[in-house]
């Protein structure tokens, strides 16, 4: 693989983790918009589809029987977990060997997480996500390795 090729791999992985970043912004705001003023449930009414409507509805029944206190740390982990990933999508978009140990650990402690719910209930999504996450945790600790 050439040197470009490589950085352009880096650059895809950073820009994914960016990305992954910025949808649980959103949906940290969106869960604190939920516990103040049912915010999910009139988003679902307006976009008027069957599935985001069920999702929807599930995610607000879900998030009502939580306790406030329960409610707040989904919320704060929502960024904690946001904030990961921002600092793992820069590290790498700047090419820092650090964020390349970062994101291999990070990643790979998820998998055996990600099987257990495949095993327990598998869907395409979560075949997909388990692939994509091994195949980053491998392309990076090889890539580490080589560098070594």
Known sequence: MS???KA???????????LKAAA????????????????AANLAHSLRSPVVDRAANAAVDWLGSLSP??????DIGTFLYAALFGVEGV???????WAEWLTVISTALLIPLEIYEIIHKPTWERV???I???AIAVYLA????MKE
């Open 3 to 5: 040197k470009g090729s």
């Open 8 to 18: 352009n791999t880096i650059r895809a992985i950073a820009v994914l983790k960016l």
């Open 24 to 39: 649980l912004v959103a949906i940290g705001i969106g869960l604190f918009h939920v516990a103040k003023d049912g915010f």
């Open 69 to 74: 206190a329960a409610r707040w740390l989904l």
């Open 91 to 97: 590290g790498l978009w700047m090419r820092k060997r």
């Open 128 to 130: 997909l996500v388990l």
């Open 132 to 134: 994509l996450n091994v």
């Open 142 to 145: 090889l890539r580490l390795r």
